[in-house]
């Protein structure tokens, strides 16, 4: 049981797909960076201009006040930062909206490579033989009814 879980990692990080993982981990990482700059900066100051200049990433509700004593915190401040909240769903819809972009257009020039019928696309050799495959297929059934 052991071993062959161990050739299944192997077969699995083999083909490819380990490396594929690791790619996309590594360009995610960079795409977050760029989006997080993105709101931080072109997003967040303008909707700061709309609460008087504050920064919405220091936006909080305050629940209870801190109690100080001189310099000496007694009790800390309890807070809810919703403004860092504003800002990571920024973020999220974002990289949503990004993504389903992505997604949707692989999915459109996917179909359009899979089209046979598609002249604009050449079309790939096994989609082509299949092609060809079924309308001999079409012609043999055509024949074999008309002997009926």
Do not use: C
Not at 48 to 56: F, N, R
Request: glycine share 6%; charged share 30%.
């Amino acid at each position: 049981m052991k071993f062959k879980f161990l050739k299944e990692f192997r077969e699995f990080a083999v083909k490819g797909n380990m490396i594929d993982i690791a790619i996309g981990v590594i360009i995610g990482a960079a795409f977050n960076n760029v989006i997080d700059s993105l709101v931080k900066e072109v997003f967040m100051p303008p909707l700061s201009l709309l609460t008087d200049g504050v920064k919405l990433e220091n936006k909080k509700w305050v629940l209870r006040e801190a109690v100080l004593n001189g310099e000496e915190v007694l009790n800390a401040e309890v807070a809810v930062g919703y403004g860092r909240l504003l800002e990571t769903g920024v973020d999220f819809i974002i990289i949503a909206f990004t993504v389903f972009l992505v997604v949707k257009l692989m999915h459109r020039l996917k179909s359009k490579a899979d089209d046979p019928k598609d002249a604009t696309v050449p079309t790939p050799k096994d989609i082509e033989l299949l092609s060809q495959i079924t309308s001999l297929m079409e012609k043999q059934v055509k024949i074999l009814e008309s002997k009926k």
